[in-house]
């Protein structure tokens, strides 16, 4: 550090800047030193070894060796080094084997990165956090559907029953035509009920899906879609099953029904298609309409604010199967979603 102009621009860098020789430190500035929380004195004449942690000791001697012996001459990689406090500082290093007076030595710069690392664990971290809340909020809410699907059914479905065998009654009994007809009116009103009751502990949690399967499921629930909606429907292959564990083909189910339910709410199409392939490892669900189509990037910024949780939702159940939901979208152009997912080894009967 002969040179007086470089001598400062290398003490004042905000970089820091470190000269290893004999496994030794022969220099540092005072940004490098300070990363480890010493000054420049301090870090002058310190065995590199006593500098990183135990476990990071062998690592560093090798890639230190490495540049000596003329091996590799520069390398870059991020070290471990051990804070005077006993804390450890990950520090970006690019090191380059030089001469220094005379003899082989490493010149580099480092810039510490420990401030990155943590941001990057804790993301990581609280990501893994998120997806298990989301994972366990799907568990409770199917377990909850269940539940009300069941009551619904069983309670409000047999009460709605029992009315309509007392209606029927009624109108036997009497000779008035002014109560028939009024027993005939609450008969078909009746009629309606129930079925609305039976469509609502359907769609809460799909009976078909438990006994006929995920296929029959898709299509009975697309046959309702067709006779509700004006759309023209296609489902193709018009038959299929697929053996998925129960949790499986209800996350996959969801994702299907809540992509058509954005059909018949946002897309204003005429058409939708559904297609199902397969392959021995993975397969495909594709639910594509040709309807206003949307700004998927932009929407999301929009979807925050208004909080819409559809497309997250399926997002997340995509990532639960260990699969993608791929969304195709433009304005004017219709809208493809699809789901791709492996098919993982089910037991042979759905409990
Ligand atoms: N098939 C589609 N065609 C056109 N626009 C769509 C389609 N699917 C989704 N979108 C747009 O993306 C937005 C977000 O969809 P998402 O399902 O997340 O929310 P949502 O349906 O508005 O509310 P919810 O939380 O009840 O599902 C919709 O509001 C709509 O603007
Ligand atoms: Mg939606």
Same mark, same amino acid.
């Given at each position: 550090?002969?040179?007086?102009?470089?001598?400062?621009?290398?003490? @004042?860098?905000?970089?820091?800047?470190?000269?290893?020789?004999?496994? +030794?430190?022969?220099? =540092?500035?005072?940004?490098?030193?300070?990363?480890?929380?010493?000054?420049?004195?301090?870090?002058?004449?310190?065995?590199?070894?006593?500098?990183?942690?135990?476990?990071?000791?062998?690592?560093?001697?090798?890639?230190?060796?490495?540049?000596?012996? !003329?091996?590799?001459?520069?390398?870059? &990689?991020?070290?471990?080094?051990?804070?005077?406090?006993?804390?450890?500082? +990950?520090?970006?290093?690019? #090191?380059?084997?030089?001469?220094?007076?005379?003899?082989?030595?490493?010149?580099?710069? !480092?810039?510490?990165?420990?401030?990155?690392? @943590?941001?990057?664990?804790?993301?990581?971290?609280?990501?893994?956090?998120?997806?298990? $809340?989301?994972?366990?909020?799907?568990?409770?809410?199917? @377990? %909850?559907?269940?539940?009300?699907?069941?009551?619904?059914?069983?309670?409000?479905?047999?009460?709605?029953?029992?009315?309509?065998?007392?209606?029927?009654?009624?109108?036997?009994?009497?000779?008035?035509?002014?109560?028939? !007809?009024?027993?005939?009116?609450?008969?078909?009103?009746?009629?309606?009920?129930?079925?609305?009751?039976?469509?609502?502990?359907?769609?809460?949690?799909?009976?078909? $899906?438990? +006994?006929?399967?995920? #296929?029959?499921?898709?299509?009975? +629930?697309?046959?309702? /879609?067709?006779?509700?909606?004006?759309?023209?429907?296609?489902? %193709?292959?018009?038959?299929?099953?697929?053996?998925?564990?129960?949790?499986?083909?209800?996350?996959? /189910?969801?994702?299907? %029904?809540?992509?058509? =339910?954005?059909?018949?709410?946002?897309?204003?199409?005429?058409?939708?298609?559904?297609? &199902?392939?397969?392959?021995?490892?993975?397969?495909?669900?594709?639910?594509?309409?040709? #309807?206003?189509?949307?700004?998927?990037?932009?929407?999301?910024? $929009? %979807?925050?604010?208004?909080?819409?949780?559809?497309?997250?939702?399926?997002?997340?159940?995509?990532?639960?199967? !260990?699969?993608?939901?791929?969304?195709?979208?433009?304005?004017? /152009? #219709?809208?493809?979603?699809?789901?791709?997912?492996?098919?993982?080894?089910?037991?042979?009967?759905?409990?």
């Amino acid at each position: 550090m002969q040179s007086v102009p470089f001598r400062g621009i290398v003490e @004042q860098s905000v970089a820091g800047i470190y000269i290893l020789q004999d496994e +030794h430190f022969q220099y =540092t500035n005072a940004t490098f030193a300070g990363m480890a929380g010493y000054s420049n004195d301090e870090v002058l004449g310190k065995p590199l070894r006593e500098c990183v942690p135990g476990y990071y000791v062998a690592e560093v001697m090798d890639r230190y060796k490495r540049r000596i012996s !003329g091996e590799v001459k520069s390398m870059h &990689f991020v070290t471990h080094g051990l804070h005077r406090d006993g804390n450890v500082v +990950h520090i970006d290093v690019h #090191g380059q084997a030089m001469q220094f007076r005379g003899r082989p030595a490493v010149v580099g710069v !480092g810039v510490n990165v420990s401030g990155q690392i @943590q941001r990057d664990a804790e993301l990581l971290e609280s990501r893994h956090e998120y997806r298990e $809340l989301a994972s366990r909020l799907n568990t409770m809410r199917e @377990q %909850q559907r269940a539940e009300y699907a069941r009551e619904v059914h069983d309670v409000l479905g047999g009460l709605l029953t029992s009315m309509k065998l007392d209606v029927g009654r009624i109108a036997r009994r009497s000779r008035s035509t002014a109560v028939r !007809g009024i027993a005939a009116d609450l008969n078909a009103l009746l009629v309606e009920a129930i079925d609305n009751v039976r469509e609502l502990s359907e769609s809460m949690r799909p009976q078909a $899906l438990d +006994h006929l399967g995920l #296929g029959a499921a898709i299509a009975a +629930h697309l046959k309702r /879609f067709r006779e509700r909606s004006e759309l023209r429907v296609s489902l %193709q292959p018009p038959e299929f099953d697929i053996d998925l564990p129960r949790w499986r083909s209800i996350a996959v /189910f969801r994702i299907f %029904q809540e992509a058509l =339910t954005n059909v018949a709410r946002h897309a204003r199409a005429s058409s939708v298609a559904v297609r &199902f392939r397969r392959t021995d490892a993975a397969f495909w669900l594709e639910i594509e309409d040709d #309807g206003v189509g949307f700004h998927t990037r932009a929407d999301a910024g $929009l %979807q925050a604010q208004r909080q819409s949780m559809g497309l997250i939702s399926m997002r997340e159940r995509a990532y639960e199967l !260990g699969g993608t939901l791929t969304i195709d979208s433009a304005p004017h /152009f #219709g809208t493809r979603v699809v789901l791709q997912a492996p098919i993982v080894a089910s037991p042979l009967v759905r409990s």
